[in-house]
């Protein structure tokens, strides 16, 4: 862009700025006001982003605003707006765009902002840049958080992204083509970046405790630093030039140079020692060509083994969805000084920085305080830096935070997420397969550091990799990870190098697990099984009795008939025929009151049949089809006797699994149930399970390039393939034609020597398939395709080895003949034409076959080609129709609920007798619309005493229903969800304490001092009894003490004995208040023992009081601190996620899409309270226990008060609230993990003093403390 083509505003706004004259840049008046009518610019910019494109083409950065920056440092208002500028500029251009587009237009202006990022990139190369940037971080760091103003810590923000944003630009190739060992571009930020002590001030922000906000900063700007850089590089630096950096270029030297010799010996072989004169051409017998002839060979005999029917022929395009994945940049050897540096800051990070740093970003993770796909930069560290651990010098130690059974399952559980969104998103199919191969690596080098933790010599750390690798076994989840990784590889979606690290690390988690077996005999292992609940099939229809056994049932009826016409017997009234309320038709009604008198007559009901007849007959009086309205008792005898032999149609029942496919596998997904079960592992039945075609077709595809790979990853997938051929005697296989084609390469090629492995796999192979090929004359067909253990059993065993059924999953569908198919096609076409009716149910009533289902005929119509799919048959659901309730079921829901009223379930009961089928929930709808209820829990199932804690009532207590956590769900899984739940937990009874309770104890209490709160207990019980009793309505009744006495007294444990044991109950979870951290349990052997650290729960903070001084950049000038107290800010910025390559793997942070960072929410930096806070209610008890439990019911009254017992009129909180489901599952977790129980009391939580208090720092937030949060915010709302 030319820069006279500038827009006029935008150039007089750069003209405004200054002029470099020389190396002096003279700033002009409006300089400050320039600067922020660019920063305004650029925010009302379009979506080709012209504004920016304009001020890189003006190189703006370059001539302006880094002049500005490095000569007027002290002036802050405009450093600071200089800064905010720079940093909209230097933004990803990945983050402007959104993502890389499509169309060429947006294309080229993608790559036209990428050229000026590129350009700024050179330009911050400058050891002046940095210094000034260090020096004014330096000093903002050196105050103390109660001196820095909010514009302190935005500008530290500011600093920290605009050295992000200048990492992240990615490099040139066109202008980087420099050999290894080159300074580039990055090489020389990184090294202007040293020299002015910004790394120095980078670790002391990751290990500084008052710095923990900029943890995920810093370790977003360390991933971009070492980026183009190889652990294993860095760590081998140390051993000289000659040994470590040329060992590996030597080695790829002399291999070439062994190829070249071995080619140029086989040239000579080729050449006859005299050259021919003689040319010609030369026929190849049995050789075709594209006729029937032999092929004619034109060149000389030396050429005749490169001969190919391909020569001559273009190659075939190969669509871009089918193209494989692009590899990322290979890793470059950086100067050397650069790599010195970045190998001395890896040491220092992990001694000084890297346990405490992983241990706050995982639980801002954990806590999902940090931004989407952050945990990409934590798995990226994890690898590198454990790398480098493991190679230069092992120390366990360093690296604990992120050894243990929590990081394998944290990492699991993301490569798992990321691979469940590959196949979901595909879209971003891409994007998530990266993600997922940082993942892998990761798990891979957890792998690696337990595996060099078991040759440590302290015996230790060799126990803490037994119990980690015990653990990591026992579970199912890492045993079959790698074999779901290997069965969804893609080769369009995921680049070669992931599939070389599954190589690599299945192998090494094989060959740790096959250590591990050894000198066990029985090793018992988890085992998951899923198993569909189905449920069960609805009994076969009875076949229809014969003409004689109606004959016989009619002359039994007879007589009782004649009793009930002649009105010897009465008839039942409440025999409704019709229901106008339905949403049947009244035809269909109409028949199937005719079935119902069949069914009541063949029931032998005669009174019910007869009845029914006249009711019918009034409904439907014309056509006479229930008799005329004058017949008489013959003529309804006739009616009857007709009826009873008719063969009416009936409607098969349904079944589960004749609905549709669709419809049946959801239900079944949701009647799924996982079982976990123990069982005895054996190594070789686990290796099995890799012994199938996806595993064997990614070897063989990694296997095609042997020549790039590294030698370690040959042998990795040589081994894995010798596994499935040697050790599970299954070499047919790898009979694959593909497979046997890399062979041929292999052995021809002249420098097959450097691969010696793969020689001696190819011919142990090659032997075995000719030896069977002598007696299988089958095998070469079968070299074909690829092979399962069934194949491989027949092909060596023979082809009828196997009986029906075995090595395949045993149908138990018969097969269907051609007579059956016939029939099925005849029946097909004879009822497809008739309207308004169901095909499958017609085909099904006249299928000669029996036992067939809807689901096979369906099935077998698609197969048949007479139906597209399963939809073109649709069923109709049948329901209840019910719509409104009558007053005749209103009248029986009446009677039923007067009948059940005393009984322990009458809402069950009731659901029993119900005539017309509805759900529970409008059940309960009704009761509560009619007043027969006044509230749900009325209805709620009652359950009888059987057991007492104790203090509580032995025997002969008469049960009360209890009372349930549910809120005003009305669905049926709900209610049923709640009243087993209420069920289950015996503090939830009302029950009424023995007689003279609790006598004895107040005595002793009274005794020693306890006086005046057993007055207060008096008072308050004696209030409450007078309520209920005017009221004539209990309610639970919170006790408040409010008086220092009376809280003293609460929290003695005698006087909460005497609360039990006068029938008062503890408070539930709901009313507890927040409790102080706990320490976390660790699992077994964890070794993260590390000195100075806090190892509570989620609290990355050291004990210190004070973080270490930062460590001072060369130049750097103190100011003087300013007494402002420090905004906590957060980290609210987007940001892109990098792989070691550079290529952005989520969207960067950023203060453009936020707006101003002025704008950010400021979390707090209050200090929580330590110990255990007391509630007003009777809390100490639900703190100590962490049991759900019912309010407060006074002793030995049934009544209960209004106002709570306290000395003066106070407002009191509501009692219990309606617990939702996930407040119910925090309770539980809670019940589980404390594992208290109301008969005994742990002691409490020891106080904190004021200076811990202090020293705390913001703690997280517990499982009850999180309850508690809710609470209040319903009870603000």
């Known amino acids: 862009m030319d820069w006279y083509m500038m827009n006029c505003e935008l150039l007089a706004t750069c003209s405004a700025l200054g002029y470099l004259e020389g190396d002096v840049y003279h700033r002009e008046p409006d300089c400050l006001e320039s600067v922020k009518d660019l920063i305004r610019y650029l925010r009302h910019e379009d979506e080709t982003r012209d504004v920016r494109q304009q001020l890189g083409a003006a190189q703006i950065l370059q001539n302006d605003l880094l002049p500005i920056m490095v000569q007027y440092p002290q002036d802050k208002v405009l450093f600071d707006a200089v800064i905010r500028l720079m940093v909209n500029l230097t933004q990803p251009a990945l983050l402007c765009f959104g993502k890389v587009p499509a169309d060429a237009t947006s294309r080229h202006h993608f790559l036209q902002v990428l050229s000026y990022l590129q350009a700024y990139k050179e330009a911050f190369a400058s050891e002046k840049v940095f210094v000034v940037l260090s020096e004014k971080l330096y000093s903002l760091l050196q105050l103390d958080w109660e001196q820095r103003q909010e514009e302190d810590t935005l500008l530290i923000e500011r600093i920290l992204l605009l050295v992000r944003n200048v990492l992240h630009v990615p490099p040139d190739p066109t202008e980087e083509q420099g050999v290894d060992g080159d300074a580039s571009v990055h090489d020389r930020v990184l090294w202007a970046l040293h020299i002015s002590g910004m790394d120095d001030l980078l670790k002391f922000l990751a290990s500084a405790q008052v710095e923990q906000q900029w943890g995920l900063h810093v370790l977003e700007i360390i991933s971009l630093m070492f980026r183009d850089q190889s652990p294993e590089e860095l760590a081998a630096l140390g051993q000289g030039m000659a040994g470590a950096e040329h060992g590996e270029d030597t080695r790829e030297l002399e291999a070439l140079r062994q190829r070249e010799l071995a080619e140029k010996k086989a040239r000579a072989l080729q050449r006859t020692s005299r050259h021919s004169r003689f040319g010609g051409s030369y026929v190849l017998q049995g050789l075709k060509s594209i006729g029937d002839r032999d092929v004619v060979f034109h060149k000389g005999l030396h050429n005749l083994k490169s001969y190919s029917h391909d020569l001559g022929k273009e190659p075939q395009r190969v669509p871009r969805r089918r193209q494989a994945a692009p590899e990322s940049e290979p890793s470059r050897r950086s100067a050397r000084n650069v790599r010195l540096f970045l190998r001395r800051f890896c040491q220092d990070f992990l001694e000084d920085c890297y346990n405490r740093l992983m241990l706050l970003v995982k639980d801002q993770l954990v806590r999902e305080k940090a931004q989407q796909h952050d945990e990409t930069y934590y798995l990226w560290a994890t690898a590198f830096f454990m790398a480098f651990n493991r190679l230069h010098g092992f120390r366990p130690e360093l690296v604990s935070e992120t050894v243990g059974v929590r990081a394998f399952h944290f990492i699991e559980q993301n490569l798992t997420t990321y691979y469940e969104m590959a196949l979901m998103d595909k879209k971003e199919a891409t994007t998530w397969a990266r993600r997922m191969h940082l993942a892998l690596k990761a798990y891979q080098e957890l792998l690696r550091t337990v595996q060099e933790m078991d040759r440590s010599p302290e015996q230790a750390v060799r126990d803490s990799s037994h119990i980690i690798k015990s653990n990591i076994f026992y579970l199912m989840e890492y045993r079959e990870l790698f074999l779901t990784l290997f069965r969804k590889f893609d080769e369009t979606k995921q680049p070669r190098s992931f599939l070389r690290d599954l190589v690599e690390t299945a192998h090494l988690f094989l060959r740790m697990l096959e250590r591990f077996c050894r000198g066990r005999a029985n090793l018992v292992v988890q085992n998951k099984r899923v198993r569909r609940k189905k449920k069960p099939r609805a009994p076969a229809a009875p076949a229809p009795p014969s003409a004689a056994e109606l004959e016989q049932l009619w002359e039994g009826l007879a007589p009782r008939l004649q009793a009930c016409l002649e009105g010897e017997v009465s008839l039942p009234e409440d025999v409704v025929p019709f229901d106008a309320a339905s949403e049947t038709p009244v035809e269909e009604q109409r028949a199937e009151a005719v079935l119902r008198i069949q069914e009541c007559l063949r029931d032998s009901r005669v009174a019910q049949a007869l ?184 092909m060596t065993k023979g082809y009828s080895s196997l009986q029906e059924g075995e090595g395949t999953t045993r149908s138990r569908v018969p097969p269907w003949t051609p007579q059956e198919e016939q029939e099925l096609r005849e029946l097909y076409w004879k009822y497809k034409e008739v309207e308004g009716g169901d095909i499958i149910a017609a085909i099904l009533a006249h299928l000669p076959t029996a036992g067939r289902t809807r689901r096979q005929v369906v099935k077998q119509l698609v197969r048949m080609g007479l139906a597209s799919s399963a939809k073109d048959f649709p069923r109709e659901r049948k329901g209840t129709h019910i719509v409104l309730w009558t007053q005749e079921q209103e009248e029986e829901l009446t009677r039923l609920f007067e009948e059940f009223q005393g009984s322990d379930d009458v809402l069950g009961n009731i659901m029993k007798h119900l005539t017309a089928r509805r759900s529970r929930a409008r059940v309960v709808e009704k009761l509560l619309g009619l007043g027969l209820v006044a509230e749900r829990k009325e209805l709620y199932k009652k359950r009888r005493r059987k057991s007492h804690g104790p203090g509580q009532a032995a025997t002969g207590v008469p049960a009360m229903p209890a009372q349930d956590s549910s809120g005003e769900d009305d669905s049926e899984e709900e209610e049923e969800e709640d009243e087993d739940e209420a069920e289950g937990d015996p503090l939830e009874e009302h029950w009424v304490p023995e007689e003279g309770a609790g006598q004895d104890l107040a005595q002793r209490l009274q005794q020693e001092g306890l006086a005046g709160p057993l007055r207060w207990l008096e008072n308050c019980l004696r209030r409450v009894a007078g309520d209920r009793e005017e009221d004539g309505v209990s309610h639970p009744v919170p006790l408040v003490p409010l008086t220092e006495e009376n809280e003293d007294a609460m929290e003695d444990r005698r006087f909460r004995s005497l609360l039990r044991q006068l029938g008062l109950r503890p408070p539930a979870s709901e009313q507890d208040a927040a409790a102080g951290p706990r320490p976390p349990q660790r699992e077994r052997g964890d070794p993260r023992e590390l000195p100075g650290l806090n190892q509570s729960r989620g609290t990355p903070e050291t004990t210190q009081n004070r973080a270490r001084e930062p460590p001072r950049p060369p130049k750097a000038e103190q100011e003087n601190p300013q007494d402002h107290p420090e905004p906590n800010r957060s980290r609210g910025t987007p940001k892109t996620t990098q792989n070691p390559a550079g290529e952005p793997l989520g969207p960067p942070r950023t203060e453009q899409e936020q707006g101003d960072p002025r704008d950010h929410p400021e979390p707090s930096r209050s200090t929580g309270t330590p110990g255990i806070t007391q509630n007003r209610f009777w809390g100490v008890l639900s703190l100590v226990w962490g049991r759900r439990c019912s309010p407060l019911r006074s002793p030995r009254v049934g009544l209960s008060c209004a106002n709570p017992c306290s000395e003066e009129p106070v407002p009191v909180p509501s009692p219990v609230q309606p617990r939702t489901k996930r407040r119910r599952e925090l309770a539980s977790e809670d019940e589980d993990e404390d594992g208290g129980s109301s008969g005994t009391e742990p002691a409490p939580a020891a106080p904190c003093s004021e200076e811990d208090e202090e020293d705390e720092g913001p703690q997280p937030q517990g499982r009850r403390k999180r309850i508690r949060c809710l609470d209040e915010e319903e009870e603000d709302d």
């Open 611 to 794: 009845q029914l007849l006249r009711s019918a007959r009034e409904v439907w009086p014309e056509g006479d089809v229930f008799g005329a309205a004058d017949a008489g008792p013959p003529e309804e005898t006739r009616l009857l006797r007709e009826i009873l032999v008719a063969p009416l149609p009936r409607q098969a029942p349904a079944e589960p699994e004749e609905l549709e496919e669709e419809e049946e596998e959801e239900e079944e997904e949701e009647e799924q149930i996982m079982q976990v079960s123990e069982k005895e592992f054996n190594f070789l039945d686990y290796l099995k399970r890799f012994a199938c075609a996806p595993v064997v077709r990614a070897l063989v595809l990694l296997l095609r390039g042997y020549a790039r790979n590294s030698p370690r990853t040959n042998h990795c997938a040589a081994r894995l393939l010798h596994r499935l051929a040697r050790d599970l005697r299954m070499e047919p296989l790898l009979f694959q034609l593909s497979l046997f084609a890399l062979f041929h390469r292999l052995l021809s090629d002249p420098a097959a020597a450097a691969h010696q492995e793969l020689v001696a796999l190819a011919k142990f192979i090659l032997g075995k398939f000719f030896a069977l090929a002598a007696t299988n004359k089958k095998a070469f067909v079968e070299l074909l395709f690829w092979k399962s253990p069934t194949v491989v059993w027949e």
